[in-house]
C-alpha cells in the first residue's frame, strides 16, 4: 500500500518532468523552450481570454498598439488557420471618427483572375520599376508589393533575422538590413534592401566616417537589390541611437565595424552631408559606383525638406529612387515617451503631405512610394496604397508572425519568446526554420486578401486603388471621399497610364492563383 501511495504521488512529478523536457526539445513554440511547464498559461488564458475580456476586461479591439482582433489575424494567417471573423465586426464604426470604408463596384471593366485560396500562392508585383525612371544599372521590378521592413541584428537576435530572411525567401519579397548591418543571418535566402543609417554601420572606416569601397564590399557579399538611407523613423524620429558596450559582442563588432565591448552612438543625423544638395550628391554617388536603385526613409515632421527636396529633383538630373514614408505610429525602436507619442505625423498625415508635394511637380512617377507604420493590417494597407503608395513595409506584424506576444519588453533583452534580445536562453527558443514557414504564410496571407479588396474594387492590381474607391465616415451623418478629406486631384495615387497598363496586363494575363512573369527589370 505504501509502494502504492509513493508511486501515484510520483506520477504529478513525472509528467511534470515529462512535460518540461518535451517544451525544452519542441521547436514550434519558443515561449515553451524558454518557459517549460509554465508558458503553458499563457496559451490556457489565450483560450478563454475572449470570455474574459467580454465580461471583465476589454472588448477586442480595445488593445493597443495592437487589438487582440488585429493579433488574433496575423497568427491565424500565419499559421495557415481559419482567419474569418463570424457574426458580424465589433468595430464600432457607427461612432468612431475617421473610419475608412471600401466602396464595392458591382461591375468593372477589368475581371481579375479568380485569387488564390489559403495556402496557394499569390505573386503581387509592384506597379513600378525600382530605379528605371532614373535609368539605374540594376533596376528591377519587385516581386512583392508587401516587404519586410528594417530591424537591425543586434537589437533584434539572430534567430529572428534568420527566421525573416528565410521567411522573405520564401514570399519571394524584400527583407530590409536595418541600420545594424549586413549580418550572417540576413543571408538565408530572402533578397536585401541594405539600410544606411547615420553611423554608417558596415560601411565606415575606423573614425566612423562613410567609405565607399567598403559599401560596394558588403553589396558585392549578399543579395543587396537596392540600397536605404535612413534619414529618420516613426518610432524614435530625429532621435538618435545608444547600444550599450555591454551588448556589443564580437559578432555584432565585426558585422558593424565597431570596437568590442565599447558604447556606440548613432548621432540624430548624418555626417557625410548636411542639406538636400549634397544628399542627391551623395545619393548620385552611392547609385553610380553600386548600380542599385537608392533611396531615403524618413519620418515626417518639418515639411521644408520635402519642398527642398522636390525643387532639387525638378531642376536637376539627380534624385532619389524611392522614398519610404514611416508614420509616427511606427514601433520596431524603442523610444522615449515624448517621441513616440507626439514626433513626427502619423502615416496618412505625413505620407500624404509628401505625395502631394510630389504631385503637384509632376514627379510621383519617377518615385516608388513606400509606405509603413502599421500597415501590415489589410484595411491600413488599403487606404495606403488608395493614397499613392506603391508598396508597404511590415515591422512589428512580422514580428507577431513568428511569434511576439506583445509583451513589450524589446528595449529591456528580456522579451520573452527570443526576438528582441541578445540573451541566449531566451533566443534559443525560437526555432527559426519552423517561424520562417509561419513569416510567410503571413505575407502570402496579407497579399492575398489585398488582391481579393482590388477584385472587389473592380481593379487588377492593389496599386490601382483609388481615393474614390474609399470614404471616410463621419459618425453617423455623413461620408466623405478619401479624395476630398486628403485634398488630391482625381489622378493622384495611381501610376501612370503606361504603368496601368503594364500592372494590368500582368495581372490578368496570370494563370489562377499566380500573377504572369514580372516585364523586363530595366528600361
Known sequence: MKWNRAALSALPV??????????????????????????????????????????????????????????????????????????GTDNNMEYTQGYPIIKHRTFADISPGTGAHTGEEDSIPSAKILGGPRGRAKAFRPGSIVNISAMSFGSMSGAAIEAINRGAGLAGCLHNTGEGGLSPYHRQGGDLTLQIGTAYFGCRDDKGRFEIEKLKDVVASGPVKAIEIKLSQGAKPGLGGMLPGAKVSAEIAEIRGIPVGKDCASPSRHAEFHDVDSMLDWVELIATETGLPVGIKSAVGNLDFWHDLVAQMSSTDRGVDFITVDGGEGGTGAAPLIFSESVSFPFRVGFTEVYKCFARADLTDKVTFIGSGKLGLPGNAVVAFALGADMVNVGREIMLSIGCVQAQKCHTDTCPTGITTQNKWLARGLDAESKSVRAANYIKTLRRDLLKVSEACGVAHPGLICTDDLDILNGLESATSLRTVYGYEPDWGTPSAADKAEITRLMTSASHGKAAPVSATSM
Not at 523552450?33 to 489565450?46: I, Q, S, W
Not at 476589454?58 to 488557420?81: C, G, H, M, V
Open 14 to 87: 513525472a509528467g511534470i518532468a515529462g512535460l518540461a523536457a518535451w517544451d525544452l526539445t519542441q521547436k514550434k513554440h519558443a515561449l515553451l523552450r524558454n518557459f517549460p511547464v509554465l508558458g503553458h498559461m499563457r496559451y490556457l488564458l489565450e483560450e478563454i481570454g475572449p470570455e474574459l475580456r467580454q465580461y471583465i476586461v476589454t472588448s477586442n479591439d480595445e488593445e493597443r498598439p495592437f487589438s487582440r482582433n488585429q493579433r488574433r489575424w496575423i497568427y491565424a494567417s500565419s499559421k495557415l488557420q481559419n482567419n474569418y471573423y463570424g457574426f
